[in-house]
DNA sequence: GGTACAGTTCACCAAATGGTTAACAGTTTG
DNA sequence: CAAACTGTTAACCATTTGGTGAACTGTACC
């Protein structure tokens, strides 16, 4: 669901997770570090992000093992590209007519 | 600010509205027939939009002319398609490694 | 078995969010 | 000028959000 996904991204801390992630994969210790917040309080950023299908956790012994989930963050991604799409062609249509006029 | 930015993209009828503007400009009354809140939620979810740079209004008698500020968007779309550009370069050499251990 | 470790859940809190109705400000029009 | 119209602001409310410290669950290790 594009909504709960723009949710997810929508706190600097979950898009800096993100970027973190993009890295590579990491666990919930490694990621909480690069935080002036709690752990409890990464702990439920990570449920978020999880729930929004943007991270996937595999359970290794007593570590969590965070890995961005592509597909996901795709949908979101394509709503801005279409909605630019869209604004650009609108943007070009304005362009071309100002042109005209001045030709 | 990307920060206002995916704050602003958060709310489903943020999102609506985005669309509606993406068709041209409206009125505030125009965008807030399309919706089932009232009109003073709507005119808060104006303002939202307007201080994150998204959209833009023209107040001409007493009606207010809404156009989107494409230039804004853009600065989302952009860490959108570089984070999925990471993630694509990433999962490719992961691929690239799959297929030399096959090959 | 006992202790250290990784992480979540619980109980709580303050602030932000999203909605409402009523009142207001400015503009148009009879 | 008065009434109608467009839109915002004000005051209020319930819910969600984002944070905390303390307690808990499960794993690792001596």
Redesign the pocket.
Known sequence: MVNSLF?AL??P?RREIVERLAAGPA???EV?GDFA????????????LEESGVLS?VID????VLSLETEALAEATEWMVRQRAIWTRLFDVVEDHLREEQG
Do not use: D, F, N
């Not at 917040?37 to 990570?46: F, G, N, Q």
């Not at 012994?61 to 969590?64: A, F, L, V, Y």
């Open positions: 949710r929508s706190h801390i666990t919930v210790g909480s917040v709690s752990k409890p309080a990464i702990s439920k950023h990570l449920k978020v956790r012994g007593r570590t969590h």
